[in-house]
């Protein structure tokens, strides 16, 4: 099977490909500064690795995240406001389930973990930046987030998941710090 299908049209463009964790993606792009992607994460198994996506952040989009089936574990750097001359970050961990969502502005690093078999939704939206401080890609990587959530085992995101009784509804956990 081909890993990557690009449909353009006026006005925009359609793309499915396989991202290197796995997932599958189709991205409805619009010139207008909109676009909208389903995201289908196949059955994966805790033994053979994390599958979390690159942590990024956008310049000028909202994104919005829905989830469709099946759950997300979102993780994000939170500002530590307890020193506001030298501001630190820590990370938080938010779990979404089915028919839940979450948005970050534009500045918000942030990542995602599907899990086995889930989809969800995800949409993003020009915040009026202006044209000359646009980028066309507009995805910016964040190391330090991904160090923070890579480095978690997968018992210990399984206990945060399923022992502390995080079950329904949107919930937050912070790890520990490195």
Request: net charge negative.
């Amino acid at each position: 099977m081909n890993d990557r299908i690009d449909l353009n049209f006026v006005g925009g463009s359609v793309t499915r490909k396989n991202m290197s964790n796995g997932e599958w993606r189709t991205r409805m792009r619009l010139e207008r500064g909109i676009d909208t992607t389903i995201t289908e994460m196949p059955v994966w198994n805790w033994e053979d690795g994390i599958p979390w996506q690159n942590a990024h952040t956008h310049k000028s989009h909202r994104e919005t995240y829905f989830v469709i089936s099946g759950w997300m574990i979102m993780g994000k750097l939170h500002p530590d406001s307890r020193d506001a001359s030298a501001p630190r970050y820590h990370g938080v961990i938010m779990t979404e389930y089915t028919h839940s969502s979450m948005s970050f502005s534009p500045g918000e690093a942030h990542t995602v973990l599907l899990g086995p078999g889930a989809i969800i939704q995800t949409t993003r939206v020009d915040c009026h930046v202006e044209k000359s401080d646009r980028d066309s890609q507009d995805w910016y990587p964040c190391e330090q987030l991904d160090c923070w959530v890579k480095r978690w085992s997968a018992p210990e995101i399984k206990r945060g998941l399923f022992d502390e009784g995080i079950r329904t509804g949107e919930s937050t956990w912070s790890l520990p710090r490195s």
